[in-house]
Structures are given as C-alpha cells and as structure tokens.
C-alpha cells in the first residue's frame, strides 16, 4: 500500500514541501514499485534494511572519521557532533585523503550488496542485476553552504544507459534540518534537462517536473530514483555530521561506463589499494565475471584518446583504458 503521509512542511530553506510518498517494507510487491517508479520517478521504502545492519557500518565509518579529529571531544563518535574547525568536502585535499579510508572499507561495499536491496532491485531492473561497483559515502558538514548538493541529474555524470537507479540511505535518523534529499517528481519523464555545463547544476527555477517533495528519511529507509530524476540536498541546519550511502544498480545488459568501475583521476587510487585490507575474497572485481557492455566502448576509447579536444579528457580515457 502507498501512503501519502503529512501535509506540507517547511523545508530548511523555508519553502513548502510536499512530503513523500512512501511504501512500507512489508507492503512491498514489484508491480507497485515499477507504478511509482514509472510515475513519480522514485520510491521511499520504509524500514527496508535492518537498523542493526546500517548501525554497523555508521559505526565503522564514524570510528574512522574520529580518528581523524572530524568531531568535538567530550562526545560519543556516533553523536557525529561535528568540529567546525574540521569543516571539509570535495574538492578539499584533506577530505580527499579521509574519504579513501572510508572507500576503502570493506563494510561500505558489502553493503551495497545487501541481499534485502538485492531482493528490491531484482524486483525493479530484473534478473540480470548490476550492483555498481564504487559505492559513495556521503559526509556532510553542517552549515557550510559550499557542501550542499544542488539540483541535477545523476545520468549526467554516470553516463552509460539512462536506466539506472540510485539507492539513497541514511545511516542514522535524518529529520530536515540534517539535510536530506529532495526529489522533483515526476521529472525524470522529460529527459536530460538544461543544466549548467561545468557544474551539471539544474535551476529549480527551470526545472521541468511536479512538485518538489521532500521530508525525514531515517536508519533503515531507502529511497530509490531514476537515472534521470532531478534531485537535490537540502542544507545540513544541524550541529551534526549527516552521513549517508549512494548505491547504484541496473540492468547489465544495458550499457555501462567502464569509468564507473575503475579510477580514471590522477591521484593514484586503484582496487589493489582498496582491497588491501579486505578479509574476503568474494566481492573483488565481481564486475568482471558478468557480460558486461561497456559505451563507450573499448574500440571508442582507442579513437577518444586520440581525437578528443581536451589533453585532461584523452589522459582520462586512457586511464580507463589501461583499467578495463
């Protein structure tokens, strides 16, 4: 059963928000979740994972993040009452060094193959399941303006076939004021929108779709949207680190960016590094036991590499070149 829950709220930036439909764990069926999902763009399913389960990995992740100094003394790590003097995020130098250890964590990509999101991605893209090999923690530092997450399109960035979908999960209760996701409903009917050309931003203002809809997500829920639905942060008000885990899935039958499973930057990252540490064998390099079809494809890369504009973009493809 979908259940409209609430009535408009304040979001952190004083607009009115509609609040999310949502689907219980227990409710769940694949008719339902491809309905909402063809119509609104998205699905919030309550209480899907295990609060143990998504304990464990806030826990190792904020272990780690503690011992980096990313939160005031006097407080248990798992508060995540952040320092402001630590204040850090992309493209920061430190955030960059912190962020690999916790990419690297063996938890993180586990998780991302949790049989309860394997069971509801099944249901949504079908047998020949994908789960997207570079799982993204999100760590978001209150009151800094710079960090929030803007309106756009994840196909923009991701590429390969527009027929993906995110898996958005807080690791810890996320009530507005921590900054949690806004969806346009409806939005991801109109293709890839305008947006700004070097920020992959989309104006609120001219972005095509319903309703922005929005309110708490918490530990165990997951909120799951399409390639091409128009989303965004909301500001992180509160005094605390918000943390959270992006998860990419899809059919793999349909086209993938082989970026997304390699290191194409110049800082030296790669999956031997990753997997130093790891004590099981079982989820490295699964990727590369399924058929998979990439675009642009090895033949492409060659020409790219040789042929394109920019020298920053032909070093890029050759880096994943090497790496396919």
């Given at each position: 059963?979908?259940?409209?829950?609430?009535?408009?709220?304040?979001?952190?930036?004083?607009?009115?928000?509609?609040?999310?439909?949502?689907?219980?764990?227990?409710?769940?069926?694949?008719?339902?979740?491809?309905?909402?999902?063809?119509?609104?763009?998205?699905?919030?399913?309550?209480?899907?994972?295990?609060?143990?389960?998504?304990?464990?990995?806030?826990?190792?992740?904020?272990?780690?993040?503690?011992?980096?100094?990313?939160?005031?003394?006097?407080?248990?790590?798992?508060?995540?009452?952040?320092?402001?003097?630590?204040?850090?995020?992309?493209?920061?130098?430190?955030?960059?060094?912190?962020?690999?250890?916790?990419?690297?964590?063996?938890?993180?990509?586990?998780?991302?193959?949790?049989?309860?999101?394997?069971?509801?991605?099944?249901?949504?893209?079908?047998?020949?399941?994908?789960?997207?090999?570079?799982?993204?923690?999100?760590?978001?530092?209150?009151?800094?303006?710079?960090?929030?997450?803007?309106?756009?399109?994840?196909?923009l960035a991701i590429g390969g076939d527009p027929e993906c979908f995110t898996a958005w999960i807080p690791l810890h209760d996320c009530p507005a004021e921590l900054g949690p996701l806004q969806i346009l409903d409806g939005s991801h009917r109109?293709?890839?929108?305008?947006?700004?050309?070097?920020?992959?931003?989309?104006?609120?203002?001219?972005?095509?779709?319903?309703?922005?809809v929005g309110g708490q997500i918490n530990a165990g829920d997951v909120l799951i949207f399409h390639g091409l639905t128009v989303h965004s942060a909301s500001p992180n008000t509160s005094e605390q680190l918000r943390v959270s885990v992006d998860?990419?899935?899809?059919?793999?039958?349909?086209?993938?960016?082989?970026?997304?499973?390699?290191?194409?930057?110049?800082?030296?990252?790669?999956?031997?590094?990753?997997?130093?540490?790891?004590?099981?064998?079982?989820?490295?390099?699964?990727?590369?036991?399924?058929?998979?079809?990439?675009?642009?494809?090895?033949?492409?890369?060659?020409?790219?590499?040789?042929?394109?504009?920019?020298?920053?973009?032909?070093?890029?493809?050759?880096?994943?070149?090497?790496?396919?």
């Amino acid at each position: 059963m979908v259940r409209f829950i609430g009535t408009e709220t304040n979001s952190p930036e004083g607009d009115l928000m509609k609040p999310f439909h949502e689907i219980h764990s227990n409710d769940l069926n694949s008719g339902q979740l491809q309905r909402e999902l063809d119509s609104r763009g998205y699905v919030l399913i309550r209480k899907l994972l295990p609060a143990e389960d998504v304990e464990t990995l806030l826990r190792e992740i904020v272990q780690n993040l503690s011992a980096n100094d990313w939160f005031l003394p006097n407080h248990s790590p798992m508060e995540r009452v952040a320092d402001p003097n630590a204040a850090c995020g992309e493209p920061d130098p430190l955030f960059k060094l912190i962020y690999e250890q916790i990419f690297n964590l063996e938890a993180l990509h586990r998780f991302a193959h949790h049989p309860r999101l394997r069971e509801v991605m099944h249901s949504i893209v079908g047998s020949q399941l994908l789960v997207h090999p570079k799982p993204i923690a999100r760590l978001i530092f209150p009151n800094w303006d710079r960090f929030v997450v803007h309106a756009h399109q994840d196909h923009l960035a991701i590429g390969g076939d527009p027929e993906c979908f995110t898996a958005w999960i807080p690791l810890h209760d996320c009530p507005a004021e921590l900054g949690p996701l806004q969806i346009l409903d409806g939005s991801h009917r109109f293709g890839l929108q305008e947006a700004d050309p070097s920020t992959g931003e989309i104006s609120k203002d001219t972005a095509r779709g319903g309703d922005w809809v929005g309110g708490q997500i918490n530990a165990g829920d997951v909120l799951i949207f399409h390639g091409l639905t128009v989303h965004s942060a909301s500001p992180n008000t509160s005094e605390q680190l918000r943390v959270s885990v992006d998860c990419r899935f899809q059919d793999y039958t349909r086209t993938f960016n082989p970026a997304n499973a390699v290191f194409p930057g110049s800082n030296g990252k790669s999956w031997e590094t990753t997997y130093a540490n790891w004590r099981s064998e079982e989820l490295k390099y699964f990727w590369r036991q399924i058929p998979l079809t990439f675009k642009p494809s090895r033949e492409e890369l060659v020409e790219l590499i040789e042929t394109d504009d920019s020298q920053r973009m032909r070093t890029r493809y050759a880096r994943v070149l090497s790496q396919i």
